[in-house]
């Protein structure tokens, strides 16, 4: 028995709702250190062109192999080099740092406590006067070089995650006080600078932490925290499809409502976010991803200024730094550069812009949304609509193959010419499938990452179109777990 059509609508001549896609605001990479690798900054600049970041965050700016305050004889060395250097390649590329300080140098450190492969101390400053004086010359340098035009646009983040025992030995209470020290630190340099957290896990301590600001009168000018769809759905060691088949499909929704419910006013970023906190989960490397991540997305675009995906690329290395082509990692492309199926949903999620009309129709697990497209040139030239369908459940959910029927309102003085698919699911634009498909190399060869690369893109597929009491019909069918794009090129009436 064929599958029901379920039938969207949309006028391409209505008023158009406002769309922030705040997900471009910031992405995730894992490690300053990384930041100084070609391959790194080669990804990222590809990164930024494809999907329009404008932000990229990282934790340990402040570790000793980055060199910014160590002990040489006894005596504190400050040395700024390595810092220039990546905020020197963001800036070249259109980018912008968000500034996470963090970790604590270990001539600073109370403590022993040390994170992750790279060795980060995660104790409070046994001085918070050494500490505030480290902060006020690291930032009074990047405003001598760069300008305080430039750095006021710069978001410096105290911490990272200091509600968890993993990321900080201290208590709630020593956190606001050490957030405090920073924060007066930063504004010593420039009342313009922008400060904020408490960057925590999970949503936590949001009302604290600004009732502490306010109360104190500490400066604070974003809130920062972190979110997962897995966060609590199961124990440390509950394997992710199980916490994802119990994550309310709108649990990322509901929380950044309740975390804007307890900042006000003041900008919102999700520092960190992905749709699996697991750092080797092969959904990271699968269209499920990609489906999921554009549906949290759109879900919370009305809510937050700043939704950072975690992370941009698989150079990584909290753990240990990977070396097989498709390993469950975070990032949104491989070790090699080629793109993952999110990276490819998020440049067709690009193609909206910031205005998209109501689609009508779409119910269960279908997403819709078009935007009104803009004119390629001159007048004579056409403009093109484009429109992203999806198809998206969690785990162990019903889900399968949905048979659709678009139903459009032409736009008014065009004539509808062309209109192109391209599809994200399992067997379009997956690249680890292919690389299944070679025998799973550990490694690859430059004519093996050509052909992934060939297989990570969307193909065109040319769709037919009729037009049907003045409505403009086309019919489809997309996949389980998919993304997809139409482009619908129009020209003028002549």
């Not at 749709?275 to 269209?287: A, Q, T, W």
């Not at 803009?374 to 429109?387: F, N, Q, V």
Request: overall charge negative; hydrophobic content about 40%.
């Amino acid at each position: 028995m064929p599958n029901p059509v379920t039938v969207l609508s949309a006028n391409l001549n209505s008023a158009t709702l406002p769309l922030r896609q705040p997900w471009q605001w910031c992405v995730g990479s894992g490690h300053a250190t990384l930041a100084l690798r070609a391959d790194w900054q080669a990804q990222l600049a590809q990164a930024h062109k494809d999907l329009g970041f404008r932000h990229v965050r990282f934790h340990g700016l402040l570790d000793d192999d980055m060199g910014t305050l160590i002990c040489q004889n006894d005596q504190p060395l400050y040395s700024f080099f390595n810092t220039d250097q990546i905020f020197d390649f963001l800036l070249s590329i259109g980018m912008k740092p968000v500034v996470e300080l963090s970790f604590m140098p270990r001539m600073l450190s109370s403590g022993g406590d040390i994170v992750f492969r790279y060795q980060g101390n995660i104790t409070p400053p046994k001085d918070p006067a050494q500490w505030a004086e480290l902060v006020r010359r690291l930032v009074a340098h990047w405003v001598e070089r760069y300008g305080i035009d430039e750095v006021a646009q710069w978001p410096l983040e105290c911490w990272n995650e200091p509600n968890l025992k993993a990321f900080w030995t201290g208590d709630q209470a020593s956190y606001f006080d050490f957030y405090r020290t920073t924060a007066v630190a930063i504004k010593s340099v420039d009342a313009r600078l922008q400060v904020g957290g408490p960057a925590t896990a999970g949503n936590a301590w949001l009302d604290d932490f600004t009732a502490y600001c306010r109360s104190s009168a500490t400066p604070l000018d974003f809130v920062s925290t972190h979110y997962y769809p897995t966060d609590p759905f199961g124990a440390i060691d509950t394997d992710t499809i199980t916490q994802l088949e119990h994550s309310p499909p709108l649990v990322m929704r509901t929380r950044a409502q309740e975390a804007r419910a307890s900042v006000g006013a003041l900008p919102l970023y999700y520092t960190e976010w992905s749709i699996s906190s697991n750092p080797r989960d092969s959904f990271h490397d699968s269209s499920f991803a990609a489906a999921l991540a554009v549906r949290i997305a759109m879900n919370v675009d009305d809510v937050v200024d700043g939704y950072s995906y975690w992370t941009f690329s698989d150079i990584f290395e909290e753990n240990y730094f990977p070396s097989v082509p498709y390993h469950g990692g975070f990032g949104m492309m491989n070790l090699y550069g080629i793109p993952k199926p999110i990276y490819r949903a998020l440049q067709m999620l690009r193609t909206l812009g910031s205005e998209h009309f109501e689609v009508s129709g779409a119910q269960g697990n279908l997403y819709a949304w078009a935007s009104p497209g803009e004119a390629s040139g001159d007048a004579a030239s056409g403009c093109a609509t484009h429109i992203v369908l999806m198809n998206q459940a969690m785990p162990r959910h019903p889900i399968g193959n949905e048979s659709l029927l678009l139903r459009l309102t032409p736009r008014a003085g065009h004539t509808l010419q062309t209109v192109t698919l391209r599809r994200v699911d399992e067997a379009h634009a997956n690249p680890a499938q292919a690389w299944q498909a070679m025998g799973s190399p550990d490694s690859l060869k430059p004519a093996q990452v050509d052909a992934l690369m060939q297989a990570s893109m969307p193909q065109p597929e040319p769709l037919t179109h009729r037009l049907v009491d003045g409505m403009v019909e086309i019919a489809l069918c997309i996949a389980p777990q998919s993304v997809n794009h139409l482009q619908l090129d129009w020209s003028p009436v002549t």
